[in-house]
């Protein structure tokens, strides 16, 4: 059986110099003071104090995404998700030619999903779908948008993009203009489908063939909209350039109904509407006219928002307003999208008031060379309904300043493998019931906890939060209408936004010992 691969790259990864740039240290320097693999002379130490809670971040920016959603998602754990789609749509070609009589044929909406072709050895192919969740019937409808997303902040000058967030709901709907079409009961289904391709020769003669496409979202829309909204403004400035067109026409909102999980994330960029009609053209070098099948093509390219309606369960959410952030938490609650992070601090409090905490001071005076050090999470399997649904990763940050550990671009498993393995050194995957001792994540911290050592790095706070695919390191912002506080919040990982799943972790309070949240620091004395 031949298997061609057809699922689109969902990300970008940043070159390796422009992680390091981003970095606290110099790689080469800090790197020096790491011994690497443990050897028989290397000492265990468990024993440093470790702080964890959880925190509830505010709206996320969701504008700039590398996939988006919509859909439902009902979370066993943290409850119901409505996540609903404003797009913007672009001309292909500006400035189009209708030219004479044109009578509109159909008009097509094609979301693609992600999919994998599979050709049998007969050559038959079929699709296997990625990045579908749940079999639950649901509605979708499709409305004209009254709202104009801006590509730049007019408060910065024009010089900053412009963030939409995850909360903007409300307002959305409330810029809601005509409905344009009503999808009920919607299943994604593996069926592909057949696109006719228009071409034209150097003499001007058109053709067309038919091709196959993958699966996707794939419905006819009503034809009158678009004959007033498209075909009848030929020649005006409205559809003269993109500028023009996205004022004149400010996008699609998809919103979604439904009562249980049928979710769908997929690159909207890669989805279009075919607008196909025939009309009457001039033949070239004749004066007889030709009717000829056309077709205009729309895309969403440009600024596509996702927001969130979250039901969140009650007493997580009652837990969340009264964390205990002194002493740490027993239990962490970590999610994606509109998330839940887990923020840990290490080494305790700073007595003598010299700004560095005691314990680290003792281990900078002592002169340790790390061999390894780790952040172990065991998951609350008492909590968990359901560990079919445990998130296979997490990613581990700077909460403080919204970036990357230095062990993220030292990472040698970064682009080796399919992106659920990349960066598997550092950022290990769940580990399932481990000689019995329960589900685990093991976050291996060596670089970032070496600069703090040697380098006197700031010993900041580490963000934990589940990872859609941890391959992709940008940062989205996090919408704060508080004044800055010592937890305020300004960034955090775009694929933990891009995530629906969530845990909970066993924190350093638990009453469970076996399990707590702790610092695992192989180490040589030096000294």
């Known amino acids: 059986m031949k298997i061609n691969n057809a699922l689109p790259k969902l990300l970008v990864v940043l070159s390796a110099f422009v992680l390091m740039a981003s970095c606290e240290e110099e790689i080469g320097t800090i790197g020096s003071e790491v011994i690497g693999d443990q050897d028989v002379n290397a000492t265990l130490d468990i024993t440093r104090t470790i ?12 504008n700039g995404l590398q996939l988006n959603q919509l859909g439902l998602y009902n979370d066993p754990i943290y409850g119901m998700s409505k996540v609903n789609l404003l797009a913007q749509v672009a001309l292909e070609t500006p400035n189009p030619s209708i030219n004479f009589l044109p009578q509109l044929d159909s008009v097509v909406l094609y ?48 010089e900053d993009i412009q963030s939409y967030y995850s909360n903007q709901n409300d307002l959305f709907e409330s810029f809601k203009g005509e409905l344009i079409y009503s999808l009920t009961d919607f299943l994604p289904s593996t069926e592909s489908y057949t696109e006719t391709i228009f071409e034209q020769d150097d003499a001007g003669e058109g053709t067309s063939e038919n091709s196959f496409v993958a699966p996707g979202i794939r419905v006819k829309l009503p034809e009158a909209f678009f004959r007033e909204k498209i075909l009848n403004m030929e020649g005006t400035p409205e559809l003269l350039n993109n500028n023009n067109f996205r004022e004149y026409f400010r996008g699609l909102f998809f919103e979604v109904e439904g009562t249980d999980t049928n979710l769908l994330k997929f690159d909207m960029t890669a989805a279009k509407l075919d607008i196909y009609f025939t009309s009457q053209f001039d033949k070239p070098g004749t004066r007889n006219r030709t009717r000829e099948e056309k077709k205009i093509t729309l895309l ?22 009264s964390q205990d952030q002194q002493n740490g938490e027993d239990r962490l609650y970590v999610r994606g ?19 560095v905490a005691d314990e680290l001071d003792e281990i900078r005076q002592n002169n340790w060379l790390i061999n390894e ?33 230095t062990d993220y671009s030292l990472d040698t498993t970064s682009g080796e493998s399919e992106q659920v393995d990349a960066y598997t050194t550092h950022l290990g995957r769940l580990v399932r019931d481990s000689d019995g001792k329960g589900d685990y994540y093991k976050l291996r911290i060596t670089n970032h906890l070496s600069s703090l050592i040697h380098q006197d790095s700031t010993n900041v706070k580490l963000g934990v939060i589940v990872s ?60």
């Open 337 to 355: 999208g509109e998330g839940i992070a887990a923020v840990v601090s290490l080494f305790g409090d700073d007595a003598d008031g010299n700004g």
């Open 468 to 527: 859609q695919n941890v391959a992709v390191p940008n940062f989205q912002q996090v919408q704060n209408t508080n004044a800055p506080t010592r937890d305020y919040t300004e960034q955090v990982p775009s694929s933990s936004v891009m995530s629906d799943q969530g845990t909970i972790l066993h924190g350093n309070t638990s009453a469970d010992l076996t399990k707590r949240l702790k610092l695992q620091i192989y180490y040589t004395d030096s000294n």
């Open 373 to 405: 050090a780790n952040l172990i999470f065991y998951v609350d399997k008492d909590a968990i309904t359901d560990d079919a649904q445990e998130p296979e990763r997490l990613i581990i940050y700077d909460i403080d300043n919204g970036r990357l550990l």
């Open 300 to 321: 969403f390219d440009a600024i596509n928002v996702n927001v969130f309606e979250n039901e969140l369960n009650g007493q997580i959410q009652s837990e969340l307003l």
């Open 51 to 62: 702080r964890s809670y959880s925190k509830k971040l505010q709206a996320v920016q969701t």
């Open 111 to 158: 979301i693609p999903y992600f999919s994998e072709e599979i050709t049998d050895d007969l050559g038959e192919s079929s699709y296997v779908l990625d990045s579908i969740y749940g079999n639950t019937p649901m509605n979708i409808s499709i409305f004209e948008s009254n709202y104009f997303l801006r590509d730049f902040d007019p408060n910065s000058g024009f």
